[in-house]
């Protein structure tokens, strides 16, 4: 059954909200933490550019994500690419604490992986696209609990249909919500009140990272949140991902790039190449720490 945002716990959605996107609450919530479990320990990590990388096979990572338990904590996953990496390092360092606070991190560009070779680092890649696709194909049983923050009505009726869901809640934020302290507390309610087993936060970077972490600092939501961007639109076929031969020669980006110029120029052509400049500088940083 796919239940809406206005079906879920009113009175919770309803409070006032916090006064900044990264604050505290300001009134009670009746949610009570979730008790402590034991979660599974990662495998191994490796710091690229300032991220911490996790290493690993696709079915390893799966494995640790289907073994931690339904009611664990809050914890979240994110798949940093080229244009987060920029933005972090050249325009928002605020956005440092939702990045390092994740429980994984995925490496999710060929370009990253390539760049990191250069250092004698194999970097797993692991696109947001590809960590949905197996998270609902080899994890994600019917009746898992599930909620989507973002996305439209018909994607997730898609979604639901395809792979016989039976247990979703769904929840669209307005356009601009994260500047709105309403609209982004909303959004963290919905999140909490759900206590879904797997939540994918579907608003764009850095929306989704800021709520995630957001969350988790709450400390009263359960499960596993999965910052996915626009990854559904591709599982449920209303975007198309680049052919897998331009996908493993690095070259998902142009194909991107030509399916919307308007929109994607400047991400692509302007600030895509300050990656090299990144590269450099933290090349630079971690000899001289040596």
């Keep these: 059954m796919l ?12 409070r006032e909200p916090s006064p900044a996107p990264f604050a505290m609450p300001t009134s009670p919530s009746p949610v009570l933490p979730p008790p ?8 191994s990590t490796a710091n690229f550019m300032d991220f911490r990388f996790q290493l690993g096979t696709q079915d390893g990572i799966m494995g640790q994500i289907a073994a931690r338990a339904p009611d664990a904590p809050f914890a979240y996953v994110v798949t940093p690419n080229v244009d987060h990496v920029v933005r972090i390092q050249h325009l928002r360092s605020d956005l440092w604490p939702a990045y390092r606070h994740a429980w994984m991190t995925l490496c999710d560009s060929r370009i990253l992986a390539r760049l990191a070779a250069r250092t004698g680092l194999r970097l797993p890649v692991m696109p947001g696209s590809d960590l949905t696709s197996a998270l609902f194909n080899t994890v994600i049983a019917p009746d898992d609990r599930i909620a989507i923050l973002g996305g439209d009505a018909a994607t997730v009726d898609d979604l639901c249909a395809r792979y016989g869901l039976t ?33 994918f936060l579907a608003v764009g970077s850095p929306q989704q990272e800021m709520i995630a972490y957001r969350v ?9 949140g999965f910052c996915v961007g626009a990854s559904l639109d591709f599982l449920t076929g209303r975007q198309r991902r680049a052919p897998r031969a331009m996908q493993k020669v690095a070259l998902e980006w142009l194909f991107r790039l030509l399916s919307n110029p308007r929109r994607l120029w400047r991400r692509y052509l ?12 933290w090349r630079r940083r971690s000899r001289a720490l040596r």
Excluded: C
């Excluded at 402590?36 to 495998?43: E, Q």
């Excluded at 809640?169 to 797997?198: C, K, Q, W």
């Excluded at 988790?216 to 596993?224: M, R, S, T, V, Y």
């Design 3 to 14: 239940q809406r945002l206005e079906t879920i716990d009113a009175d919770l959605l309803d």
């Design 36 to 43: 402590v479990r034991a979660v599974p320990a990662l495998g």
């Design 167 to 199: 247990n979703v809640f769904h929840h669209v934020p307005s356009m601009g919500f994260i500047e709105s302290p309403a609209d982004a507390a909303r959004a963290v309610d919905f999140l909490v009140a759900t206590r879904a087993r797997y939540s």
């Design 216 to 224: 988790a600092k709450l400390g009263l939501a359960i499960g596993i």
């Design 270 to 281: 302007v600030d895509g190449p300050l990656i090299l400049h990144v590269y450099r500088s």
